[in-house]
């Protein structure tokens, strides 16, 4: 005999949630397209591209994106493949390696950016500039809430 038991059900607002970002990565997904780019591999150079200059090592980008360091390790390995960023080892601790922006990446960073624009106008359509304000500091506090 099958147990009736019935499984926690997804409140709304998880549901919610989850819903929009899948909507929102795929509209960043078919903006970033033409430009053989993920979204997630756009939002690591954007992030890249804060720390020009300096580099930026895998932990610290793996911290920013709410990504395992693993995760990060296997996309700078196919944005470098690309040509998009550089990596070299720290002169003082030669286990850190850091990660700058190619004149590629930063033109592919300019060029998509209209695209990238357009698709975020789409996704937020229909929201003020303070509701949307608002929707950030929330997603920050859902951030920090949540483990890892």
């Known amino acids: 005999m099958t147990s009736s038991r019935s499984l926690p059900a997804v409140?709304?607002?998880v549901h919610a949630l989850?819903?929009?970002?899948?909507?929102?990565e795929r509209t960043l997904?078919?903006?970033l397209e033409p430009f053989g780019i993920t979204s997630a591999q756009f939002e690591l150079l954007q992030?890249?591209?804060r720390h020009d200059g300096t580099g930026a090592g895998c932990s610290e980008l793996a911290r920013?994106?709410?990504a395992p360091g693993p995760d990060i390790t296997r996309m700078l390995d196919r944005l470098d493949t690309a040509g998009l960023v550089a990596r070299s080892r720290d002169v003082n601790d030669r286990r850190v390696v850091h990660t700058s922006l190619t004149?590629?990446?930063r033109a592919l960073l300019e060029d998509a950016a209209p695209s990238v624009d357009s698709a975020e106008r789409t996704v937020f359509a229909g929201l003020a500039d303070d509701e949307r304000a608002v929707l950030t500091t929330l997603l920050h506090s859902i951030r920090r809430n949540c483990p890892g």
């Not at 989850?18 to 929102?24: I, M, V």
């Open 11 to 13: 409140s709304a607002t």
């Open 18 to 24: 989850r819903a929009a970002a899948a909507h929102t």
């Open 29 to 31: 997904a078919r903006a």
């Open 47 to 49: 992030v890249i591209s």
């Open 64 to 66: 920013q994106l709410a």
């Open 103 to 105: 004149d590629r990446g």
